[in-house]
C-alpha cells in the first residue's frame, strides 16, 4: 500500500505570495488532515477535509484553505505569506470513524521558508 | 481550548526503562494517541488507547486514565534509535479537530 506523499519537499516564498501544497492520502483513507509545526514544536492542527468537504478547523485565519479532490488527495493554499508562516506544513491521512479516525499517517512535510 | 501536556525533555542511557508523561484538559474525545518522531522526519504512529489501561506494542506500552485525565508512554530498553521527540496527541470528535502536545524530546546516552 501506498503512505502519503507530499510536494514539493522545500519551497522559499516572499512576504504577500501565495502557495498550494499538495498531499496524496494513504490508500484506504478517505479523510486528510493538515498541520503547521514550528521547529520545537508539536503539530498545530490545521484542518480536516471529509468526502471533499471541510469538517473541522482548528485557529488559523481564512487565507488558509484547501481542497479535497474524488480520490482523497488534497491542497493547503496559504495567501498573503506571513513570515510566522516558515514552517514544516504536515498533512496526514486517516480512516473516517472509530480506531481508524485516530490514526494518523502523515507524509514527510513540505518545508516553506518566507522571506 | 484543549490542552496536552509534556515534559519538555527526558535523558536516559540505552537499556533503561523511561516513562513520558501526558496530562491533558479536554473531552469529548475517543482515545490517547503517540507518536514518534526524529529531527527532519515526520510524526509516526506508535500507540493508541481507545479503553482506559495499558496497550503494549513491542517495547513500547501506554495507559490511559479517562478519570486522572493522564497517559504516558513507557519505553522499555531503551535503544540509542530511540532518541526522538514523542508527542501525545487527541482527536475531539465534537469539532472534528486533532490536539498534540508540545512534545518530549527524548536524549538516549550511550
Known amino acids: 500500500e501506498t503512505g502519503v506523499t507530499q510536494s514539493p519537499t522545500h519551497l522559499i516564498k516572499t512576504r504577500g505570495q501565495q502557495v498550494t501544497l499538495r498531499c496524496s492520502s494513504q490508500s484506504g483513507h478517505n479523510t486528510v488532515s493538515w498541520y503547521q509545526q514550528a521547529l520545537g514544536q508539536g503539530p498545530q492542527f490545521i484542518f480536516q477535509?471529509?468526502?471533499?468537504?471541510?469538517?473541522g478547523r482548528g485557529n488559523f485565519p481564512p487565507r488558509f484553505s484547501g481542497l479535497q479532490f474524488p480520490n482523497y488527495s488534497s491542497e493547503l493554499n496559504v495567501n498573503a505569506l506571513e513570515l510566522d508562516d516558515s514552517a514544516l506544513y504536515l498533512c496526514?491521512?486517516?480512516?473516517?470513524?472509530?480506531?481508524?479516525?485516530?490514526?494518523?499517517?502523515f507524509g514527510a512535510g513540505s518545508r516553506l521558508t518566507v522571506l | 481550548g484543549q490542552s496536552l501536556e509534556q515534559p519538555s525533555e527526558v535523558t536516559a542511557v540505552e537499556g533503561a526503562i523511561v516513562q513520558i508523561n501526558c496530562t491533558y484538559q479536554?473531552?469529548?474525545?475517543?482515545?490517547l494517541s503517540w507518536y514518534q518522531q526524529h529531527d527532519g522526519g515526520a510524526p509516526t504512529f506508535l500507540s493508541y488507547n481507545g479503553l482506559d489501561g495499558l496497550e503494549e506494542t513491542g517495547r513500547f506500552s501506554s495507559f490511559l486514565s479517562r478519570s486522572d485525565s493522564y497517559g504516558y508512554l513507557l519505553l522499555q530498553e531503551l535503544q540509542m534509535k530511540d532518541s526522538a521527540s514523542y508527542f501525545c496527541a487527541v482527536y475531539e470528535y465534537n469539532f472534528n479537530k486533532f490536539y498534540f502536545g508540545s512534545g518530549t524530546k527524548l536524549n538516549v546516552k550511550p
Open positions: 479536554t473531552s469529548g474525545f475517543y482515545g
Open positions: 496526514a491521512s486517516s480512516g473516517a470513524t472509530g480506531t481508524g479516525a485516530n490514526v494518523l499517517t
Open positions: 477535509y471529509y468526502r471533499e468537504e471541510e469538517n
